[in-house]
């Protein structure tokens, strides 16, 4: 049986480029989750004078072609100022690595969407936004949509396991269907903290579990 990929993408399947955690970055982003069988974290570093990002970094969890695409998307987005790399497609990191399955495009859309989320972050915690909007309850679900229920391994939203969203005096109240001590529930509320705290007016994040 032959394998359905490129060279390419065996290629830096094997050999990853931009490996690792940036310890002081600047902005992250996460998307996915190893509930749904891919996930990729990745970390900026971008100059505050240029915004050029001058180091870039993922961590994955995932298929051949999730590590594939995770690296060449760091590949292309080093280097480039963030305007820049908004515009980096998921079309072109897989024609960057001669193509891939049509079963596995979406990898390469995870790590697109965590690059854009990574620069919205940092746009977000640095000043950088052309609008600002201020944040209400449709923004914060908007975002919470981004995080993965790993019982039903779709989100957290569509899966009604968020209950309530109320945005209040720079904080977000959060509350989810689920009790405080479930195995799973430090992961969805890091998560959930993770997704919304670098909103620009936002300066806490509470998650409220529900008892059994």
């Not at 569509?158 to 430090?186: C, G, P, R, W």
Request: glycine share 4%; proline share 4%.
């Amino acid at each position: 049986m032959s394998i359905p990929y490129t060279k390419k993408v065996l290629q830096y399947f094997l050999h990853p480029k931009n490996v690792g955690e940036i310890k002081d970055a600047d902005a992250t982003a996460t998307e996915g989750s190893p509930s749904c069988g891919d996930m990729v974290k990745l970390y900026l570093k971008v100059d505050p004078k240029t915004h050029e990002i001058k180091d870039i970094k993922f961590q994955s969890y995932g298929c051949a072609s999730n590590i594939a695409t995770a690296s060449i998307i760091t590949e292309l987005a080093k280097g480039k100022n963030i305007e820049t790399a908004k515009d980096i497609s998921w079309e072109n990191a897989s024609k960057e690595l001669g193509g891939l399955p049509p079963v596995k495009v979406h990898c390469a859309v995870l790590a697109v969407d965590a690059l854009k989320t990574a620069i919205e972050n940092y746009e977000n915690t640095h000043g950088l936004l052309k609008e600002k909007i201020s944040t209400d309850d449709k923004i914060a679900i908007k975002r919470l949509r981004h995080v993965i229920n790993p019982i039903a391994g779709r989100d957290i939203v569509s899966t009604n396991l968020v209950k309530d969203v109320k945005v209040h005096d720079k904080i977000i109240d959060v509350t989810v269907d689920m009790a405080e001590d479930h195995q799973f529930y430090n992961n969805i509320a890091d998560e959930i903290i993770e997704r919304l705290i670098p909103l620009w007016d936002i300066e806490k994040v509470i998650v409220i579990g529900t008892p059994d």
